[in-house]
């Protein structure tokens, strides 16, 4: 079984084969097939120690949840804050939704103000509301107050979708405050770091905190379902302002060198793209016409190609460096206007800043704004731990708040934990 610690992942990872690259600028993902994504970190930064030595907790996954103590010999550390919420909310959800009659609504057509019959009776016994047939707007209510706990859209209607989720039971939400508490745990203890950043791509954010005091956050575009940004704890140590970007070579051959094939060489000059003769720090300039495309399109050459800084260039005016063996680091996008969009999970992995800007100013005061120099290194006073996470359910202000799960990891997730989610018992 894969370790239930985080897991430091040495080797380097083999890139995922690529079909197509609608949103140039990420390199791609390849995490081991021996790690399970949705709980593992596939990658600890070896400097930091506190997580990477944090020592195995019990095999019993509600005593790792309920209790702190890390074990016979170690010394109690106070969770993550987000931990702690987490743990609370789990007793709340137990004391409200999860006190309710476990019986089962049979599905069928939307129950809405109006509808009446025994499938209204059934609901509103699992509601625990008082015993009728009529949904009035006391169901109405309750079934938005339910709707808007369970990460559904809030119509005050019972859709499929939201018997469905009735029908999953209290235990299945429990389990999966668990499972988050599990992420939660890979977290900084309290008081661990003076400042600390938490990419989570469950919600496509990126939270910056100063201390364990949330001071800001923004959105972030996030790995997309084909290649997922990982679970990750790494360092940022420096930034890198007005930045190359480095076409993967999966890239080159599948896309750049048909594109070059097609119109010609002067493509390169077009996109503001340069060859270079290798990968080392001394490469010198080549003539795109004196490259064998063709072969480079079949897999049989190499060629590295680059895009210079610029507006329009794919990593945007910063590039903020988290070494790591996935190739996985945040930075700034031109295409700003994707922020706006419902789905944010779009990247090869890689996690794109709406205000590239603004976390600057927080990690290092600022950059410096002369666009003639490529490249300029901006070393951070000190390295700031980056946390890549993925949470389905977090602390809100009326309770545990569900969330979507879009790269599936929950159902896993609850299998590996608990043997598999169970629904309610049904009541006719």
Not at 184 to 210: F, I
Not at 217 to 239: C, E, H, Q
Not at 332 to 347: C, G, H, M, V, Y
Request: hydrophobic residues 40%.
């Amino acid at each position: 079984m894969v370790s239930r610690l985080l897991i430091a992942a040495s080797a380097l990872a083999l890139a995922a084969p690529l079909s197509a690259f609608p949103f140039p600028g990420d390199e791609p993902v390849g995490v081991p097939s021996n790690v399970e994504q949705g709980i593992d970190f596939v990658y600890v930064d070896p400097q930091l120690k506190a997580i990477a030595n944090r020592p195995r907790q019990p095999d019993n996954w509600m005593l790792r949840t309920i209790g702190y103590d890390w074990g016979a010999g170690h010394q109690r550390s106070t969770p993550n804050p987000l931990f702690v919420q987490l743990r609370q909310g789990l007793d709340e959800y137990r004391m409200s939704w999860g006190s309710l009659p476990r019986i089962q609504v049979a599905p069928g057509a939307t129950l809405a103000a109006g509808s009446d019959g025994a499938r209204v009776e059934m609901l509103r016994h699992r509601l625990g509301l008082r015993p009728g047939w009529v949904f009035d707007e006391e169901v109405a209510q309750a079934v938005s107050e339910y709707q808007r706990a369970h990460g559904l859209e809030v119509t005050g209607k019972a859709d499929p979708a939201t018997i469905e989720s009735l029908n999953r039971g209290p235990e299945y939400y429990e389990q999966l405050i668990i499972v988050n508490l599990e992420r939660a745990r890979r977290l900084p203890s309290a008081g661990e770091y003076q400042r600390y950043v938490v990419v989570d791509s469950g919600a496509a954010e990126v939270y910056l905190y100063q201390g364990d005091r949330l001071a800001d956050r923004m959105k972030a575009i996030v790995g997309s379902s084909r290649n997922k940004t990982p679970m990750m704890a790494v360092l940022m140590r420096n930034a890198k302002v007005n930045p190359y970007w480095n076409v993967p070579s999966d890239m080159v051959r599948t896309f750049t060198a048909p594109k070059v094939l097609k119109q010609g060489v002067s493509y390169l000059k077009n996109y503001n793209y340069e060859v270079l003769s290798g990968w080392e720090p001394d490469a010198v300039k080549v003539d795109p016409a004196a490259v064998d495309w063709k072969a480079v399109a079949a897999g049989k050459s190499d060629i590295r190609v680059r895009q210079l800084p610029g507006p329009w260039n794919s990593m945007g005016e910063v590039k903020f460096e988290t070494p790591n063996d996935y190739g996985i680091y945040l930075h700034d996008t031109p295409n700003k206007e994707l922020f706006a969009e419902t789905n944010r999970w779009i990247s090869n992995g890689c996690v794109r800043l709406e205000d590239a800007d603004r976390f600057a100013s927080w990690v290092v005061g600022g950059l410096p704004k002369d666009a003639s120099t490529p490249e300029q290194v901006v070393h951070l006073p000190q390295p700031v731990p980056v946390y890549m996470t993925y949470l389905t359910a977090v602390p809100g202000p009326r309770g545990v708040q569900f969330r979507g799960d879009p790269y599936g990891f929950d159902e896993a997730a609850i299998r590996r934990l608990f043997g598999g989610p169970r629904e309610l018992a049904s009541a006719f």
